[in-house]
């Protein structure tokens, strides 16, 4: 209510006109977000049907049960506890290790001059253009000459650094005024004291959405577990749903149950990180 | 014991190595102000990971591409360019005794040659997904950057499907899409159809998964692009007259030029590489209707351990990739507006 008519002609918040447009964008606004969480109902609808048909379950469960989440969790061949520590030891490795790499790299590249700085700030961002699938098959043969299939640090290794991530935080802490660091270099802080005291702190809205969106990343990685998971007791969770969906194709209850387990993780931390979320996108030299 | 001659001879060759050293590291441009050490030593575990995972196995598998690889013997032996010959042949455009000719069948029919069928697949998916993930995503960042009530409640709404993981959306649709889904439950009966079943479709349902996922997160680069268009821009254009269409069309739009370009490299960029889903969703099939570059690339290297013409088959996909992100670059430099 902070603008008047008066300020500003042609910005009419009354009359006709306006209603209308007000009552069609809501409408529109509400219909696309039906589109996007009616899937997210049918599946909780479907997951809690004894046997779900698309006659019984649309709108409300039919037939209400638990069973599809207790059968989960009790086939001797479903290691649903084994999985999800997997994906958890994966994902958040993944996301400590992309955090630390990439914002000691981030910052080097904004703040601190070296020779070839800006080359290989070039180079680090070119290489997104590699599709995952070149390098997928070179180090997947790397990796078996390694020993390191089904193992942990085969899962984890190769995804410790993002291009992404360095272009995030280097566009973040060059958006902070470098005056800070000098006046820390005068006090006699060494650069790694500067990064760590000054900038890494104010750094906290970009970290965390790089956070939350390499744990996700990770978390519902597909391609590479595929690759490198392929002993029953080293599956991530999307993995064994792959697998799963395999064995019990049509038990449409029990692979909706499945669905919901895995999404649930994430929605927690997306809602725990929220807040952060869209001001660290928009902090993070996104800028139009 | 080293004479006085011995030593100030020691003493010129330091000197002159010095002056050697600075003069080269001059001819560089390495100034006595930079801090290469600290540089350096910042970057250097990603260097590393970049070096082990990405640079390295790129020359790798560049290697491999020209190798038919046994796994058994964990080696493979030389075939030149064997394996890119099998991957592109035949041509759907051939050179025949009058011209060149055009083979439509290469494109349409899964058994003359599965590269292209797989290549005509993924053109098609990233047609039809990247225009309405993207106009999608503005459109609902638009409606949700004005003054609308429970803002917070709606954008979270939009963004679900983008915290799912693909594989447990393709479990989802194929299930919302099989002969007896819930999509034919609300569908009024004439209309009622297998829908992932049926090779005219199936790829369509995988779009449209695509489709529901992709437009939470573009709309979150718009909602953060829109952020910082400043206020007077609009005021300025309001005061001028300018309808909304024309604020969208001369401010909102040539502000975003970043965001777009961003938005629209990316959304290409894993458009060609889209894989999970469609395998989850159903396998490439049925007859092959969903079988996408990358799956095309999985199956023969993983499934039928062909690793050389995997390999091959990556590469073209790269050089694809890399021509469209170049030419993307090149014509951004020419547009940009800068405000």
Request: charged share 10%; with cysteine.
């Amino acid at each position: 209510m902070a603008r008047s008519n008066y300020e500003y002609p042609g910005y009419e918040r009354s009359g006709a006109g306006y209603w209308t447009k007000t009552t069609l964008l809501y409408v529109l606004v509400t219909a696309g977000a039906l589109w996007m969480t009616l899937p997210f109902w049918w599946t909780l609808t479907t997951s809690l049907s004894a046997s779900p048909t698309a006659a019984t379950v649309s709108f409300i469960p039919a037939e209400f049960t638990l069973d599809n989440f207790l059968t989960l969790w009790r086939r001797p061949d479903i290691l649903l506890v084994r999985w999800f520590v997997n994906t958890v030891i994966f994902a958040v490795t993944v996301t400590a290790f992309n955090l630390t790499f990439d914002s000691l790299a981030g910052y080097a590249l904004a703040k601190v001059d070296f020779w070839g700085r800006d080359k290989l700030f070039l180079g680090f961002i070119s290489t997104m253009m590699i599709p995952g699938m070149v390098t997928l098959i070179p180090v997947y043969l790397i990796l078996v000459e390694l020993g390191w299939i089904n193992t942990y640090q085969g899962l984890i290794a190769p995804l410790v650094a993002q291009p992404l991530g360095i272009f995030l935080l280097r566009q973040h802490f060059k958006s902070l005024p470098s005056a800070l660091g000098d006046a820390a270099k005068i006090d006699g802080c060494n650069e790694f004291q500067t990064f760590y005291k000054i900038y890494l702190p104010l750094a906290k809205p970009a970290l965390a959405t790089l956070g939350i969106f390499t744990f996700m990343g990770a978390w519902n990685n597909f391609q590479w577990p595929l690759i490198i998971a392929n002993d029953n007791e080293m599956y991530t969770l999307p993995i064994a749903l792959f697998a799963v969906r395999n064995q019990y194709f049509a038990e449409w209850g029990l692979m909706m149950a499945a669905a919901l387990i895995i999404v649930a993780p994430v929605i927690v931390a997306f809602l725990a990180a929220q807040n952060y979320f869209i001001r660290g996108m928009s902090l993070s030299g996104m800028k139009g | 014991m080293a004479t006085e001659s011995q030593r100030s001879l020691v003493g010129d060759v330091l000197a002159g190595t010095r002056r050697i050293l600075a003069s080269a590291k001059h001819r560089v441009g390495i100034t006595e102000d930079q801090n290469n050490l600290m540089g350096f030593a910042f970057v250097a575990p990603n260097i590393l990971v970049f070096s082990a995972f990405l640079l390295g196995p790129v020359l790798y598998a560049f290697y491999i591409s020209f190798q038919e690889w046994s796994i058994l013997a964990g080696a493979g032996t030389w075939v030149g360019l064997t394996n890119y010959v099998e991957v592109l042949r035949p041509l759907p455009l051939a050179y025949t005794g009058n011209g060149l000719t055009w083979r439509p069948e290469v494109l349409t029919s899964p058994s003359a040659n599965l590269w292209w069928y797989a290549l005509k697949n993924t053109f098609v998916y990233a047609i039809g997904t990247v225009p309405l993930q993207i106009f999608g995503g503005l459109a609902v960042a638009l409606m949700l950057d004005k003054r609308v009530r429970f803002k917070k409640t709606y954008r979270a709404a939009y963004f679900m499907p983008v915290m799912l993981s693909g594989a447990a959306s393709a479990v989802m649709w194929r299930w919302f899409l099989a002969g007896d889904g819930v999509i034919n439950s609300v569908l009024p009966t004439f209309l009622e159809h297998n829908w992932a079943g049926d090779p005219g479709t199936a790829l369509g349902g995988v779009m449209l998964m695509a489709v529901w996922g992709g437009i939470g997160s573009n709309m979150i680069f718009f909602l953060a692009g829109l952020q910082n268009i400043p206020e007077e821009l609009y005021e300025a254009a309001r005061i001028d007259g300018a309808s909304a269409w024309h604020r969208f069309r001369h401010v909102t739009w040539p502000s975003l030029g970043n965001t777009n370009f961003f938005v629209f490299v990316m959304a290409i960029i894993s458009a060609f590489q889209v894989f999970g889903i469609a395998l989850v969703f159903s396998e490439g099939g049925p007859v092959y209707a969903t079988t996408t570059t990358v799956l095309l690339i999985y199956q023969r290297a993983f499934e039928e351990g062909a690793f050389g013409e995997g390999a091959a088959m990556a590469f073209l996909l790269f050089i694809l990739i890399f021509s469209f992100s170049y030419y993307q670059y090149r014509y951004r430099d020419e547009t940009e507006v800068d405000y």
